[in-house]
């Protein structure tokens, strides 16, 4: 079945240091691929997504390569803010057959002044 | 242009007792889905819509969960009877169409909160 690995969290980092949150993926088919974010309070949004490979999606300063070969989506910024504490979710849709979303569990990211 | 909108936010029951939660989908959206989130994980499909009908419902506990898309706009989930591992955040959302490959972006409501217990 499809699956999605994530880093464990939470992470915490000072701002305008760098981010990679790491994502690795399982798939049947050629997946499409998501980073979604959940400010406190709010709901999921969409922050960027890939539907083949070696696209880039970006968004925000945030930025993710879909790599085939290494099964991966990381997640980056090259200098994080406040305002980007979150939660961050990586995501697929397999396509083949089935248009679920398969999330990850999630890493907790909080930047600190 | 208006966002998925949910309601109740938050809810308390009891074990045994029913609930039943709402969604209002983006105007002109034709897909709508139904997550169950637990705490400290990622959200988990449980029925998807294409108007108003079913597309996937595999992972839907079919004994105590229902839900329907009348009309192919607002859609209600049920449970009936609640158990305490039910105590999960219920997101809805909602997407254009489902794409040649899923790959439409999907657009979620703030959630219901359920407490059972």
């Known amino acids: 079945g499809n699956s999605v690995t994530q880093m464990e969290g939470p992470v915490t980092l000072s701002e305008e240091a760098f981010l990679t949150i790491n994502c690795t993926y399982t798939?049947?088919?050629?997946?499409?691929l998501f980073w979604y974010v959940q400010y406190p309070g709010e709901g999921l949004q969409l922050l960027l997504k890939a539907t083949k490979a070696d696209d880039k999606g970006s968004n925000k300063g945030f930025e993710a390569t879909y790599r085939k070969e290494t099964t991966s989506f990381h997640l980056e910024k090259g200098s994080v803010q406040v305002s980007d504490s979150a939660v961050y979710f990586c995501a697929l849709v397999s396509g083949a057959g089935s248009y679920q979303l398969t999330f990850g569990k999630g890493t907790k990211l909080s930047v600190i002044p | 242009e208006a966002g998925v909108a949910q309601s109740p936010r938050y809810k308390i029951i009891e074990k045994r007792q029913s609930v039943a939660f709402w969604c209002n989908p983006i105007s002109g959206h034709a897909t709508l889905y139904w997550y169950q989130q637990i705490l400290g994980q990622g959200p988990k499909l449980l029925i998807q819509?294409?108007?108003?009908?079913?597309?996937?419902d595999s992972q839907l506990p079919k004994d105590r969960f229902s839900a329907e898309r009348l009309k192919g706009v607002d859609s209600t989930l049920k449970i009936q009877p609640a158990k305490l591992e039910d105590s999960a955040v219920y997101l809805c959302?909602?997407?254009?169409?489902?794409?040649?490959?899923?790959?439409?972006?999907?657009?979620f409501g703030p959630g219901t909160r359920l407490l059972v217990l």
């Open positions: 819509f294409q108007n108003n009908g079913v597309v996937d």
């Open positions: 959302a909602s997407s254009l169409d489902l794409g040649d490959r899923g790959q439409e972006t999907q657009y």
């Open positions: 798939a049947t088919g050629y997946p499409s």
